[in-house]
């Protein structure tokens, strides 16, 4: 059943980014200025392991993030790689300055155009 609602809520976020992929803005699409997260508690949800989250991130935030790859934190360390440090970053993005969020104070790296 775990697989299943997985599949579902995949087939979904699809389906939400064909559509604004489709949706034109004037040369660009709506995708392309948007942020779209789809996340899990679980790596395995038969272990119930939670030491891997697997995050997709779709859209390009108006040219910001980049695409096309796997960023892998695992080997950063816990202090390193903590999901509320991609959402500090992700509300930078979005005009939302903190200094903290939930269990974290730093931001992660390589996920815009500047970058390293």
């Not at 775990?2 to 809520?9: G, I, M, S």
């Not at 395995?44 to 997709?56: F, N, Y």
Request: proline letters at 1%.
């Amino acid at each position: 059943m775990y697989l299943k609602t997985n599949q579902f809520h995949m087939q979904q976020f699809a389906y939400l980014i064909q559509r604004l992929k489709a949706i034109d803005e004037g040369g660009q699409s709506l995708l392309d200025s948007s942020i779209l997260m789809l996340a899990s508690n679980l790596f395995d949800g038969d272990a119930h392991s939670a030491e891997q989250m697997p995050v997709v991130l779709a859209g390009r935030a108006g040219g910001a993030l980049k695409t096309g790859r796997i960023v892998d934190y695992f080997d950063k360390g816990n202090d390193n790689r903590r999901a509320c440090s991609l959402y500090l970053s992700l509300m930078d993005r979005m005009g939302v300055r903190l200094d903290r969020f939930g269990d974290a104070d730093k931001r992660l790296d390589k996920l815009w155009s500047d970058a390293v």
